[in-house]
């Protein structure tokens, strides 16, 4: 089989975008090669759900990052949060989930704010 030219593979991948980007890292990290490792990286993506849920999940982390695009960070942080507050999630637990996330110093205290606000 010839091997396809680097920069339409990487067009590709670009293509899809961070799933593509994350599929790629599951691929690399598989421990396999050839089909294999793309089967063991969506069945690693998948976790209990196997192959079927990774693929599923790369589905979901391509509107997340669309999103991501669109809106923005923290419009997109806010509503997970307004609608964490409607499930039932409690102003405490709401503040441990934020001190937990990897991100900025401003942007946690943004999020607080916003929580402190809003409950």
């Known amino acids: 089989m010839k091997t396809p030219p680097l920069d339409k593979v990487v067009s ?3 293509g899809f975008g961070i799933p ?3 599929l790629l890292v599951a691929v690399i990290t598989a421990g396999v090669a050839g089909g ?3 089967v063991v990286a969506l069945a690693t993506l998948g976790g209990p759900l196997g192959m079927l849920g990774g ?3 790369l589905g ?3 509107l997340i990052s669309k999103a991501l695009t669109e809106y923005g960070a923290e419009v997109l942080l806010r509503r997970v949060i307004a609608g964490l ?3 039932g999630n409690s102003k ?6 934020i001190d937990s996330y990897p991100i900025s ?3 946690k205290a943004k999020l607080r704010e916003y929580v402190e606000q809003h409950y």
Do not use: N, T
């Open 85 to 87: 507050k409607q499930k």
């Open 60 to 62: 979901v982390l391509l």
């Open 20 to 22: 593509g980007l994350i």
């Open 105 to 107: 110093r401003s942007l």
């Open 55 to 57: 693929i599923a999940l």
């Open 92 to 97: 405490p637990d709401m503040l441990k989930v």
């Open 36 to 38: 294999a490792a793309i």
């Open 12 to 14: 590709i991948i670009v």
